[in-house]
């Protein structure tokens, strides 16, 4: 594995100025939500696996993993900064079969 010791930076330092919601994402919140099922959210540190089926091969896979997250934390009521680990899938599917999965489950440390 490979470090590079510089402090990382948040998302909420990137941009200089207020960012304001757009109504697509208002929109995209309403269909997630809408979609979302009843699940128990374990108690602790958690780690989710993330499965998102992209119609380009262009598509950045990081970029639709934070308001999708800000989403679920919202919808099910924990604090997304109890995420100590997560994992991510790309997938090119046809247009029109676009989807992002997810498993939330107990945070294990394995690298100790």
Not at 25 to 35: L, T
Not at 80 to 95: A, L
Request: one cysteine or more; aromatic letters at 16%.
């Amino acid at each position: 594995m490979y470090r590079v010791d510089v402090k990382p930076l948040s998302v909420n330092n990137v941009f200089k100025g207020r960012r304001f919601r757009t109504k697509e994402y208002d929109i995209y919140e309403m269909q997630v939500r809408n979609k979302l099922q009843q699940i128990s959210i374990p108690e602790g540190y958690l780690s989710i696996k993330y499965k998102v089926g992209f119609s380009s091969n262009g598509s950045d896979l990081d970029n639709c993993i934070k308001p999708f997250q800000d989403i679920i934390s919202k919808y099910y009521g924990f604090n997304d900064n109890r995420i100590y680990h997560f994992e991510v899938f790309k997938e090119i599917v046809k247009k029109g079969n676009e989807y992002i999965s997810f498993e939330i489950l107990p945070y294990k440390n394995v690298l100790q």
